[in-house]
Nanobody, 120 residues
Framework: QVQLVESGGGLVQAGGSLRLSCAAS????????MGWFRQAPGKEREFVAA??????DYADSVKGRFTISRDIARNTVYLQMSSLQLEDTAVYYC???????????????WGQGTQVTVSS
């Protein structure tokens, strides 16, 4: 099993930047693909980005603005968010699974989420 703890959320003005971190427990972190998802009030949880060993995938809505990366030595995955927009406001969750995919149900392990609020 792996336990995930997100951090780095907060309030930021539109156009600003924020970096989310997700710290994973366990010595098998490198075996997992990692994903970031988000859920806005009243909406379904949606895919944001995913990373395998090195390959990455992004939702069209964040492509060119967000960057996912991982530090194996620190057991941490990051989501660098730039040019933030009002519609990026959501609770952001990191997840771990066996393959890099945008499918929410493919990730059995989830963090508790961190709130990101973008203001005008």
């Amino acid at each position: 099993q792996v336990q995930l703890v997100e951090s780095g959320g907060g309030l930021v003005q539109a156009g600003g930047s924020l970096r989310l971190s997700c710290a994973a427990s366990g010595r098998t972190f490198s075996r997992y693909a990692m994903g970031w998802f988000r859920q806005a009030p009243g909406k379904e949880r949606e895919f944001v980005a995913a990373i395998g060993w090195t390959n990455t995938d992004y939702a069209d809505s964040v492509k060119g603005r967000f960057t996912i990366s991982r530090d194996i030595a620190r057991n941490t995955v990051y989501l660098q968010m730039s040019s933030l927009q009002l519609e990026d406001t959501a609770v952001y969750y990191c997840a771990a699974g066996s393959s890099r995919t945008s499918l929410r149900d493919a990730y059995p392990y989830w963090g508790q989420g961190t709130q990101v609020t973008v203001s005008s």
